[in-house]
């Protein structure tokens, strides 16, 4: 039984989020404020998180910078009542795995959650590597050479499709469904987002992941840059 914390401040729609998810199976928790959110997760028994970004006290950008920084990698689903893309970016940019701008239909949030924890729980699988770049089973970090490079659930989700067909161009569509677990697409430029992060962290390896111009991206490993 999957364990959510719920950060939302409007008690009707906690409630009725809570409601759905109960029954749905997961066992949910729900604070108020960004301030509560913080020690509820320091036990580390939350499976994920789903993240009001406009909350009384803290911001919820806030919150999620201080949950990463704190080495926290369960998913994170953010909600938002800002339709400005800015805070959609700015919250993937702070270790957001996804968001739903409000008001959204309960069947997404439940969609995306789902698909947020499949990820994470993904089967072990052995080591991928390209060039100096290696991607352990039981971690969510990579590595170059010696270097530890941290990396959310989405990124891991990201680097190991990648890892797995390395050499071959993989579609918008195709990350979609075999890195984020969506059957539809979401309409965003989460890929875009996550895709641009993932690349900042291989800087310095081996590995050089390419956009195909109008058709995806590609990983190679080729010569050592910096770009
Ligand atoms: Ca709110």
């Given at each position: 039984?999957?364990?959510?914390?719920?950060?939302?401040?409007?008690?009707?729609?906690?409630?009725?989020?809570?409601?759905?998810?109960?029954?749905?199976?997961?066992?949910?928790?729900?604070?108020?404020?960004?301030?509560?959110?913080?020690?509820?997760?320091?036990?580390?028994?939350?499976?994920?998180?789903?993240?009001?970004?406009?909350?009384?006290?803290?911001?919820?950008?806030?919150?999620?910078?201080?949950?990463?920084?704190?080495?926290?990698?369960?998913?994170?689903?953010?909600l938002t009542a800002r339709d400005a893309v800015e805070s959609r970016?700015?919250?993937?940019?702070?270790?957001?795995?996804?968001?739903?701008?409000?008001?959204?239909?309960?069947?997404?949030?439940?969609?995306?959650?789902?698909?947020?924890?499949?990820?994470?729980?993904?089967?072990?699988?052995?080591?991928?590597?390209?060039?100096?770049?290696?991607?352990?089973?039981?971690?969510?970090?990579?590595?170059?050479?010696?270097?530890?490079?941290?990396?959310?659930?989405?990124?891991?989700?990201?680097?190991?499709?990648?890892?797995?067909?390395?050499?071959?161009?993989?579609?918008?569509?195709?990350?979609?469904?075999?890195?984020?677990?969506?059957?539809f697409d979401p309409g965003t430029n989460v890929v875009d987002v996550?895709?641009?992060?993932?690349?900042?962290?291989?800087?310095?390896?081996?590995?050089?992941?390419?956009?195909?111009?109008?058709?995806?991206?590609?990983?190679?490993?080729?010569?050592?840059?910096?770009?």
């Open positions: 039984m999957p364990k959510i914390l719920l950060v939302e401040d409007t008690a009707r729609l906690a409630a009725s989020i809570g409601r759905g998810l109960t029954e749905e199976g997961f066992t949910v928790e729900v604070v108020v404020n960004g301030g509560a959110a913080l020690p509820r997760a320091a036990p580390r028994d939350l499976d994920a998180l789903v993240l009001d970004l406009g909350l009384p006290d803290l911001d919820g950008i806030e919150v999620l910078a201080a949950l990463r920084a704190a080495g926290h990698q369960m998913p994170i689903l953010v970016v700015q919250a993937l940019e702070a270790g957001a795995d996804d968001y739903l701008v409000k008001p959204f239909a309960f069947a997404e949030l439940l969609a995306r959650l789902k698909a947020l924890l499949r990820r994470a729980s993904a089967p072990r699988w052995a080591p991928l590597s390209c060039g100096n770049l290696r991607l352990e089973p039981d971690s969510s970090a990579a590595h170059i050479a010696e270097r530890t490079v941290p990396l959310s659930p989405r990124e891991r989700s990201l680097l190991e499709l990648f890892l797995r067909r390395q050499g071959e161009t993989v579609t918008r569509p195709e990350i979609h469904r075999d890195a984020f677990g969506y059957d996550h895709v641009a992060h993932l690349r900042r962290k291989l800087m310095g390896s081996t590995a050089h992941l390419e956009t195909v111009r109008g058709r995806g991206f590609r990983l190679q490993a080729g010569a050592t840059t910096n770009d």
